[in-house]
């Protein structure tokens, strides 16, 4: 079966400007997780979301980011007025249920460069 | 503090033959301890998920083992193959909110 898909796969901006990352859940998992992962380092939280319950969104680094999930299908991650540091792998990642006990399924990622 | 920490960070072998990587954790309470392989340019992909009451468990050439008492865990690969050449990230969970990542460590099979 399909597994988690993200788009773009690359994403080139200028400093300044918005962009929306997307990700497309297994179909059926309730628990999403976006992860940022700068060159060289390990995955960094950003944002859960477990079925209905509201988003844990403590890993979230400014006000600058949000994101948003439509029931339990796709996820968008937005971030606004773009700095250089926001450069990295963004990482989606769905479970079947709650991600703490179950397996994570990641998606390929998004590279986002911001010039 | 809940922390995972790998070592070593980098590791070079040589095509055909093992290696074991290191994870200790801090991570409380403790619910499950996962490793996953991260081929340059991609997702992680899950190698295995432990529990408190495992504690050893393989997939393949891959065998992990845990030891909950002392808070350690350690991935071992027997005669490694070119493909092994990768990030293996330890990840460990308290079951309710949190997986905590530890930063990996780099391995390189040469040929």
């Known amino acids: 079966g399909a597994g988690v898909s993200q788009s773009p796969s690359n994403k080139v901006t200028e400093k300044g400007k918005d962009v929306e990352l997307r990700c497309d859940p297994i179909s059926g998992h309730t628990a999403l997780y976006w992860y940022r992962q700068r060159l060289g380092q390990g995955l960094e939280f950003l944002i859960y979301?477990?079925?209905?319950?509201?988003?844990?969104k403590s890993g979230l680094p400014s006000d600058r980011f949000s994101a948003e999930r439509t029931g339990e299908s796709v996820s968008t991650l937005t971030i606004q007025r773009t700095q250089q540091e926001d450069s990295a792998v963004y990482l989606c990642a769905s479970s079947p249920d709650r991600a703490t006990t179950d397996t994570q399924y990641f998606g390929p990622g998004t590279r986002l460069t911001v010039l | 503090k809940n922390q995972v920490e790998q070592s070593p960070q980098s590791l070079i072998i040589l095509e055909g033959k093992n290696c074991t990587l290191q994870?200790?954790?801090?991570?409380?309470?403790?619910?499950?301890l996962r490793w996953y392989k991260q081929d340059t340019g991609r997702g992680p992909v899950s190698l295995t998920i432990?529990?408190?009451?495992?504690n050893t468990k393989s997939n393949g050439r891959y065998t992990a083992t845990l030891d909950a008492d002392t808070k350690q865990s350690s991935l071992h690969i027997t005669a490694s193959q070119l493909s092994d050449s990768a990030s293996y990230i330890c990840?460990?969970?308290?079951?309710?909110?949190?997986?905590?990542f530890g930063t990996g460590t780099r391995l390189l099979v040469s040929p």
């Open positions: 994870c200790n954790y801090t991570v409380s309470p403790f619910s499950n």
């Open positions: 979301f477990q079925g209905n319950s509201a988003p844990d």
């Open positions: 432990m529990t408190f009451s495992e």
């Open positions: 990840v460990v969970s308290d079951g309710f909110q949190k997986l905590v």
